[in-house]
């Protein structure tokens, strides 16, 4: 099956939480990958979303390092949305 990743970097302007993160993240950019699989048998080229990850700082011990955490695309949307609405506050 054919799989293809696709990495966009994506803002936050206040310190926001994701499930899968058992900390509040500073505000700032992010990078997010995201892997997708061919559907098989379409007369087109079609893809569905297989997995999310975000790159975010190390924990407090390791704030040098950079961490890779797999994350639901729909907590991401939340969290974007929430950025939003608390930005135009």
């Known amino acids: 099956m054919a799989m293809r990743s696709r990495r966009e970097m994506i803002h936050f302007k206040r310190p926001f939480h994701l499930k899968g993160v058992g900390r509040l993240l500073p505000p700032g950019a ?48 939340d969290a974007q949305r929430d950025d939003a609405i608390a930005s135009r506050e």
């Not at 080229?45 to 955490?69: D, N, W």
Request: hydrophobic share 45%; aromatic share 6%.
């Open 30 to 77: 992010y990078e997010v990958i995201t892997d997708e699989e061919m559907i098989e048998g379409l007369s087109f080229q079609s893809f569905r979303r297989v997995a999310t990850m975000i790159m975010v700082p190390g924990a407090a011990l390791h704030q040098a390092s950079t961490e890779m955490i797999s994350i639901s695309s729909v907590d991401l949307s």
